[in-house]
């Protein structure tokens, strides 16, 4: 138990309110005054007698980091959609929940997606450098020549909220879309009326139709590199490939060489392999726009996200009904 017999929460960094201020509501907090990344000590010292847990998806909740917990761990919330950096069967197996925070930034996250399609697909980065450098001499005919976006083919690699909030906008643009699912094809009614969406039951099929691939899956074991050097290759001439779930799902090394020799025109990258690390082929590259995972930087999704982290906490321990789980099984 922390000060005044409230429990105790460890948070792993600063996050925006209202979350802050829930929490304290609560639990006595400790950690959370600073936004920096924790080293591995700290985040074992941290975690010691917390009741709960919340953190980002850059800390490693793994079986070390819940045995040093202790006993009276209860919920680890995870600030953030997918929960790719807790080991959930390891907090499952030990009765401690794990929640995450989806839909909230799912608009945040479609609406930057579509800036990275824009800015690759136009040129939009390597215009603003040539003027701001003094480089630009006037319009002129052949000047950073990019692809119609426009009544291009939008392959959505997986459909879930953010997938189908991506393509949804796309119909602003005449796009028609296909799309992969793990759980297959959408029913009628979850399709918008006037749009031109299809199944694509093989991965392979959309690679070989689609001229902007927008990646929306969760990592996991299954999706780890799941487009590599035999995939990449499968696109046409000139596709524009936009990564905004996490960097892993793609084969860095394959990703620098298609869009060296072909047959890549484009890229836009929100997210890393070894992030923060970047591959140093990609940094050289005119072809790619890369940003610094901000897709949920929004002052209201950060804001949405704190308040369902801490709500999340809040539930697990005073037995309401929580309101993500990520593994319901151990509240039964």
Known sequence: MGAGNLPLLFLTRRIPEPGPTLLRGSFTVCGGDEDRDLTGADLLDGVRGAAAVL????????????????????????????????DVAAATERGILVTNTPGVLT????????????????????????VRSGAFQGWAPTMLLGADVAGATLGIVGMGQIGRAV???????????VYTRRSGPLK????????????CSDLDDLLREADIISVHVPLTEGTRHLLGARELALVRPGVVLVNTARGPVVHEEALVEALRAGPLGAAGLDVYEDEPAIHPGLVGLENVVLLPHLGSATHA????????????????????????????????
Do not use: Q
């Not at 479609?110 to 697909?121: G, K, M, P, R, S």
């Not at 393509?167 to 879309?177: D, L």
């Not at 009628?188 to 199944?199: C, D, F, K, N």
């Open 107 to 130: 608009d945040a996250t479609a609406d930057l997606t579509w800036a990275l399609i824009l800015a690759a697909a136009r040129r939009v980065v390597e215009g603003d450098r040539m």
């Open 188 to 199: 009628l009614e979850e399709t918008p009326a006037g749009v031109e969406w299809r199944y």
């Open 301 to 332: 999704a950060r804001g949405r996200m704190a308040e369902l982290a801490a709500r999340n906490a809040i539930a697990a321990l005073s037995g309401k009904r929580v309101p993500h789980p990520v593994n319901p099984e151990v509240l039964s």
């Open 55 to 86: 953190c980002t998806l850059r800390e490693r909740i793994d079986a070390a980091v819940l045995d040093a917990a202790g006993s009276s761990l209860r919920v680890v919330s995870n600030y953030a959609v997918g929960y790719d950096n807790i």
């Open 167 to 177: 393509a949804r906008r796309a119909a602003g643009f005449s796009m028609p879309v």
